[in-house]
């Protein structure tokens, strides 16, 4: 059974840093795209970044580019999203994705990305 489990989530001053890491297990996705995602109260899901399988390429949603870092250890099957200067338009549900084919290009559509976790809570306040 493949989970997608993230992690570090909370509440967090403008300003303020926190790191999510998404989990992978059931399965290895070394060789596929991963990305995060965020939904924020009474929005569509939409996309924050996406970095390929060698982690050599980043794609970042012009929000959050210069304020946000993703990064994988493949060993430890494992991506992470590093947020800085975050602001209050950030809060939001932050989801991790996986795609299910090795080897594509980086995709920002959610339809796209097969598997998914169940979000962890990122809070901003002013």
């Known amino acids: 059974q493949v989970q997608l489990v993230e992690s570090g989530g909370g509440l967090v001053q403008a300003g303020g840093s926190l790191r999510l890491s998404c989990a992978a297990s059931?399965?290895?996705?070394?060789?596929?795209?991963m990305g995060w995602f965020r939904q924020p109260p009474g929005k569509e899901r939409e996309f924050v970044a996406a970095?390929?399988?060698?982690?050599?390429?980043?794609v970042y949603a012009d929000s959050v580019k210069g304020r946000f870092t993703i990064s994988r250890d493949n060993a430890k099957n494992t991506v992470y999203l590093q947020m800085n200067s975050l602001k209050p338009e950030d809060t939001a549900v932050y989801f991790c994705?996986?795609?299910?084919?090795?080897?594509?290009?980086?995709?920002?559509?959610?339809?796209?990305?097969?598997?998914w976790g169940q979000g962890t809570q990122v809070t901003v306040s002013s």
């Open positions: 970095i390929s399988w060698g982690g050599s390429s980043t």
């Open positions: 059931g399965r290895t996705f070394s060789k596929n795209i």
């Open positions: 994705g996986a795609e299910a084919t090795p080897y594509t290009n980086i995709h920002r559509l959610p339809s796209l990305y097969e598997y």
